[in-house]
C-alpha cells in the first residue's frame, strides 16, 4: 500500500510538471535560464576550483606529515581521526556541498569508517564566506560586518554540533592514510571528479531555478511563496528575504541550506548510510542554533540594515570570487612541481 501511495505521487508529480512544461514554456524557459545564469557566473568560478582542491586533498594524501599533530585535537574534539579535519576546514571556507563530497571521497578511499562518515556528514555542510559574507553580507544586505556575524555564527553552530556528535554512537577506530600516490595521477583525478560533482550540482540548480519560477504562478500569496522559495533554494531564499527579515532569520535559512543543496548531496548521504530524515533534523537544528548565536552577536555588535535593501539590485561580478580560485590553482601547481622527480624521464 506504502508502494501504491509512493508510486501515485511520483506520477502526479511527473504529469505536473509536463502540465507546466507544455502550459508554461516560457516560465520554465526562463527559469532554466537564470539557473543557467547562476552556475556560469557564480558556481563554476568559485565551486569548481574548492572542488578541484578538496579532492586533490583527499586523493593525494598531502596533509599526512601534520597527522600526528592533528590526531590529538581531532580525537578530543569530534573523535575523528586526523584526516577528518581538514574535511572540517574545507567544510567552511568551499560553500556547502564540499564538505559531504570530501567525506564521501575519504570513504571511498578507506580512510574512515562508515560510522565516523555518519557522524562527519552531520555537521559538515556550510556555506562559504564567498557567498555568506560578499553575497549575502555586502550585495543583498549592504553590509560586510551582516556577512561576518553570520558567517561566524554558521561556523561556531557547526562546531557546536560537531562537538557533540563525538558522544554518538559507539567508539571507533581511529584510522590514519598511509598509502602515498602519485601527485600528477591525484591531481588529473581530481579534476575530472570535480568536473563531474560541479555538473551535478549546477542541473540541480537549473531544475529548481525552473521549479521556483513555477511557483510564482502558482502560490499568489507573497509570504506563502517567500516560505515555500526560501524552503527549497537558500539562494533565492536570501534575495528574497533581504531587508524584509531580521539577520538571525537569514542565517537560519542558511543553516538548513535548501532542499536543493541537499538533493546534491544525496548520493554522499546514502553511501555514508545517512538517513535523509536525520540529516533533514540536524539542518534545521544547525539553522536554529546558528540564528541564536547570530542574534547575541547582533546585541554585542549591532548592525542598521535597511528595511528595503538593495536585494532587487543585486549584481554578482563574473570574477568576484576568482581570485582566491587563482591562488588555489598556482599554489596546486607549485606543489605539483616539486613533487615530480627529476630523475625519472616524464616520457
Same mark, same amino acid.
Given at each position: 500500500?506504502?508502494?501504491?501511495?509512493?508510486?501515485?505521487?511520483? +506520477?502526479?508529480?511527473?504529469?505536473?510538471?509536463?502540465?507546466?512544461?507544455?502550459?508554461?514554456?516560457?516560465?520554465?524557459?526562463?527559469?532554466?535560464?537564470? &539557473?543557467?545564469?547562476?552556475?556560469?557566473?557564480?558556481? !563554476?568560478?568559485?565551486?569548481?576550483?574548492?572542488?578541484?582542491?578538496?579532492?586533490?586533498?583527499?586523493?593525494?594524501?598531502?596533509?599526512?606529515?601534520?597527522?600526528?599533530?592533528?590526531?590529538?585535537?581531532?580525537?578530543?574534539?569530534?573523535?575523528?581521526?586526523?584526516?577528518?579535519?581538514?574535511?572540517?576546514?574545507? @567544510?567552511?571556507?568551499?560553500?556547502?556541498?564540499?564538505?559531504?563530497?570530501?567525506?564521501?571521497?575519504?570513504?571511498?578511499?578507506?580512510?574512515?569508517?562508515?560510522?565516523?562518515?555518519?557522524?562527519?556528514? +552531520?555537521?559538515?555542510?556550510?556555506?562559504?564566506?564567498?557567498?555568506?559574507?560578499?553575497?549575502?553580507?555586502?550585495?543583498?544586505?549592504?553590509?560586510?560586518?551582516?556577512?561576518?556575524?553570520?558567517?561566524?555564527?554558521?561556523?561556531?553552530?557547526? !562546531?557546536?554540533? &560537531?562537538?557533540?556528535?563525538?558522544?554518538? &554512537?559507539?567508539?571507533?577506530?581511529?584510522?590514519?592514510?598511509?598509502?602515498?600516490?602519485?601527485?600528477?595521477?591525484? #591531481?588529473? @583525478?581530481?579534476?575530472?571528479?570535480?568536473?563531474?560533482?560541479? !555538473?551535478?550540482?549546477?542541473?540541480?540548480?537549473?531544475?529548481?531555478?525552473? %521549479?521556483?519560477?513555477?511557483?510564482?504562478?502558482?502560490?499568489?500569496?507573497? @509570504?506563502?511563496?517567500?516560505?515555500?522559495?526560501?524552503?527549497?533554494?537558500?539562494?533565492? &531564499?536570501?534575495?528574497?528575504?533581504?531587508?524584509?527579515?531580521?539577520?538571525? /532569520?537569514?542565517?537560519?535559512?542558511?543553516?538548513?541550506?535548501?532542499?536543493?543543496?541537499?538533493?546534491?548531496? !544525496?548520493?554522499?548521504?546514502?553511501?555514508?548510510?545517512?538517513?535523509?530524515?536525520?540529516?533533514?533534523?540536524?539542518? /534545521?537544528?544547525?539553522?536554529?542554533?546558528?540564528?541564536?548565536?547570530?542574534?547575541?552577536? #547582533?546585541?554585542?555588535?549591532?548592525?542598521?540594515?535597511?528595511?528595503?535593501?538593495?536585494?532587487?539590485?543585486?549584481?554578482?561580478?563574473?570574477?568576484?570570487?576568482?581570485?582566491?580560485?587563482?591562488?588555489?590553482?598556482?599554489?596546486?601547481? %607549485?606543489?605539483? %612541481?616539486?613533487?615530480?622527480?627529476?630523475?625519472?624521464?616524464?616520457?
Amino acid at each position: 500500500m506504502i508502494k501504491f501511495k509512493k508510486s501515485v505521487f511520483q +506520477i502526479s508529480a511527473v504529469l505536473l510538471c509536463l502540465v507546466f512544461m507544455f502550459k508554461f514554456p516560457d516560465t520554465v524557459t526562463s527559469g532554466v535560464t537564470e &539557473g543557467l545564469k547562476v552556475c556560469f557566473y557564480i558556481i !563554476l568560478p568559485s565551486l569548481f576550483p574548492f572542488m578541484v582542491l578538496s579532492t586533490y586533498i583527499i586523493k593525494s594524501n598531502l596533509f599526512q606529515f601534520a597527522y600526528k599533530f592533528l590526531t590529538p585535537v581531532s580525537k578530543f574534539l569530534f573523535r575523528q581521526p586526523a584526516c577528518a579535519v581538514p574535511v572540517i576546514i574545507m @567544510s567552511m571556507i568551499g560553500g556547502f556541498p564540499v564538505g559531504i563530497k570530501m567525506i564521501g571521497n575519504l570513504l571511498r578511499e578507506n580512510s574512515i569508517t562508515q560510522k565516523q562518515a555518519q557522524r562527519l556528514c +552531520i555537521f559538515c555542510m556550510n556555506g562559504g564566506p564567498a557567498f555568506i559574507i560578499t553575497a549575502v553580507g555586502v550585495n543583498m544586505l549592504g553590509s560586510a560586518k551582516a556577512g561576518v556575524i553570520m558567517f561566524v555564527s554558521l561556523c561556531l553552530s557547526s !562546531l557546536i554540533i &560537531g562537538i557533540f556528535t563525538r558522544f554518538l &554512537g559507539d567508539k571507533d577506530e581511529l584510522k590514519e592514510l598511509t598509502r602515498s600516490p602519485n601527485t600528477l595521477v591525484s #591531481l588529473s @583525478s581530481a579534476v575530472s571528479d570535480a568536473l563531474q560533482t560541479v !555538473l551535478g550540482i549546477c542541473a540541480w540548480v537549473v531544475i529548481f531555478s525552473a %521549479i521556483t519560477n513555477c511557483l510564482k504562478i502558482c502560490i499568489e500569496n507573497e @509570504s506563502v511563496y517567500t516560505a515555500v522559495s526560501s524552503f527549497l533554494e537558500v539562494t533565492n &531564499g536570501c534575495v528574497i528575504l533581504a531587508g524584509k527579515m531580521p539577520i538571525p /532569520v537569514i542565517t537560519a535559512i542558511i543553516g538548513f541550506g535548501g532542499i536543493c543543496v541537499h538533493c546534491q548531496v !544525496l548520493s554522499e548521504l546514502k553511501e555514508c548510510g545517512v538517513k535523509y530524515s536525520h540529516f533533514f533534523v540536524c539542518r /534545521v537544528l544547525n539553522g536554529a542554533i546558528a540564528a541564536f548565536i547570530s542574534y547575541l552577536l #547582533l546585541l554585542v555588535f549591532p548592525i542598521e540594515i535597511d528595511v528595503f535593501a538593495s536585494a532587487q539590485n543585486m549584481t554578482v561580478a563574473t570574477f568576484s570570487v576568482s581570485l582566491p580560485a587563482f591562488f588555489t590553482f598556482a599554489i596546486m601547481c %607549485i606543489i605539483m %612541481i616539486l613533487d615530480i622527480d627529476r630523475k625519472k624521464k616524464v616520457w
